[in-house]
């Protein structure tokens, strides 16, 4: 039996997740959205039959239906409350980045879920890129031997016109800046190759070419983690004249490996002391080039969840991954408001600590 999955939320990145749940055979009985001219452009796009109910009131969607797997679509802002609600009715998830916007709402999606005994995925879906999936293997099979020092680069453009289309994006409220919202990805992925747990960040964050929004497009950080290793983050939405590149380093004691591409899905560099295999074939087996930078990764991480749900145990990228990836961004915002370094780990902050920051 195909599991009935409900979508909350019709925006800019809704299509990814209608296609996954799609080709997971999932049984889409329902869409959610305040705007119904969002709802129509889904059911048309992919031609939907017409028993999908659509639904403006996301709790009345819950009682009516029961989805047994919903994705949640929203502003970031909204994502907790939401999904703490479908917790509370039994459903499993997967929140979009960020998983929320506070570590306190973070930690309360984490312990409702454990509570009632339902799944939910952070839908850090970068992760399974396959040339992410074989740097992950080289971490686990200790090929770089000790970790040095990572770096993540998120160098994108977005335009006034990206900010006019949905009035929620940029702000502390509902949003965050370029690191909380585009970056987030790539410092996932970072935090998660360089051994997870953090010691110290230090960071800056400015707003030079976006006047018009309340939240940073420029962000720097140094990262040290508790394993000795090194992190470096930049993030800006400032690059002439679109998107450059995302791209993640791992250096190591016996091991230097590139990540490029315009998101992360092309293996650049490969080189490890141990020559267990042929640089050129890795680069070549392990390319991918997506139409946009979402990447392929939505199809593998719903399939994950699937099955997560299906034999009852955690799915590939937990809430907890979620809150981790929440918890080094705004680490890096306290230490850029305050001045200072921000010891790590971190029980409370939220975006909300910093409106007015860039207030001129």
Request: proline share 3%; with cysteine; charged share 25%.
């Amino acid at each position: 039996m195909s599991l009935k999955y409900a979508i909350i939320g019709c925006g800019r990145i809704s299509p990814n997740h209608v296609a996954a749940a799609i080709e997971n055979n999932l049984d889409i009985v329902a869409l959610c959205d305040v705007d119904e001219s969002k709802m129509d452009a889904t059911i048309s796009m992919f031609e939907l039959p017409e028993t999908v109910k659509k639904y403006t009131d996301y709790k009345e969607m819950l009682q009516q239906e029961s989805p047994e797997l919903i994705g949640i679509c929203t502003e970031s802002g909204k994502h907790a409350q939401i999904a703490l609600d479908c917790i509370e009715h039994g459903s499993n998830l997967i929140i979009e980045k960020p998983i929320a916007l506070s570590l306190e709402e973070a930690d309360q999606i984490i312990a409702l879920a454990k509570e009632k005994n339902v799944k939910v995925s952070a839908c850090h879906q970068n992760r399974f890129n396959k040339s992410v999936q074989k740097m992950r293997e080289a971490v686990e099979e200790g090929r770089f031997g000790r970790l040095l020092h990572g770096t993540a680069h998120i160098r994108w453009n977005r335009g006034e016109d990206y900010y006019t289309q949905a009035p929620w994006r940029g702000t502390w409220e509902q949003d965050g800046g370029a690191l909380m919202n585009q970056c987030i990805h790539n410092i996932d992925l970072l935090r998660w190759m360089m051994g997870d747990e953090i010691v110290e960040v230090v960071g800056m964050t400015d707003n030079l070419m976006h006047g018009f929004i309340e939240a940073e497009d420029l962000g720097m950080a140094l990262v040290r983690f508790k394993n000795g290793s090194y992190g470096i983050i930049e993030g800006t939405t400032n690059i002439f004249p679109k998107n450059l590149e995302e791209t993640l380093y791992v250096f190591g004691e016996e091991g230097t490996v590139k990540i490029g591409g315009k998101s992360v899905n092309i293996i650049e560099e490969w080189m490890f002391a141990d020559n267990k295999d042929n640089s050129e074939e890795v680069k070549a087996k392990y390319f991918e080039n997506p139409p946009s930078v979402y990447g392929f990764g939505h199809n593998p991480l719903y399939t994950d969840v699937i099955d997560a749900i299906k034999n009852d145990r955690d799915p590939y990228v937990t809430a907890v991954d979620g809150r981790n990836a929440l918890e080094l961004v705004l680490a890096i915002y306290k230490s850029a408001a305050e001045g200072k370094s921000v010891k790590l780990p971190m029980e409370k902050c939220s975006t909300m600590d910093f409106k007015g920051r860039f207030s001129k």
